[in-house]
């Protein structure tokens, strides 16, 4: 299914573009390099509900540390999102978080 929809569905609709993938790149290589942009993030999956995360319990899966690390390129991709559906099966198996990430769910899917 991950394959399906990074592969089929996102590829073409999104990092196909050229001006996306030179963005996703440059935000990467700066980044990575902690060249002083202002606006260069850290590509990740944050595993809760609020949109950053701080602290020593924040659960997320980052993309890569490297420079030149292509999200745009499939391979690079899923291997990042397999990273990540297994850090999010893992907590699922865990009681304790298990019941912090359906809460985490819950309140994405009804925002104040």
Excluded at 94 to 107: G, Q, R, W
Aim: glycine share 2%.
């Amino acid at each position: 299914m991950a394959w399906h929809e990074q592969v089929n569905i996102l590829q073409p609709a999104m990092y196909n573009d050229p001006m996306f993938a030179m963005l996703m790149r440059a935000n990467q290589f700066a980044w990575a390099l902690n060249i002083p942009t202002s606006s260069a993030r850290e590509i990740q999956l944050t595993l809760a509900n609020q949109c950053t995360v701080t602290g020593a319990n924040a659960q997320i899966e980052i993309f890569s540390k490297q420079p030149l690390a292509n999200l745009a390129d499939p391979g690079q991709r899923m291997a990042f999102v397999m990273r990540a559906a297994q850090r999010f099966d893992d907590l699922l198996r865990n009681p304790t978080e298990k019941h912090m990430v359906e809460n985490s769910i819950f309140l994405v899917a009804h925002p104040r």
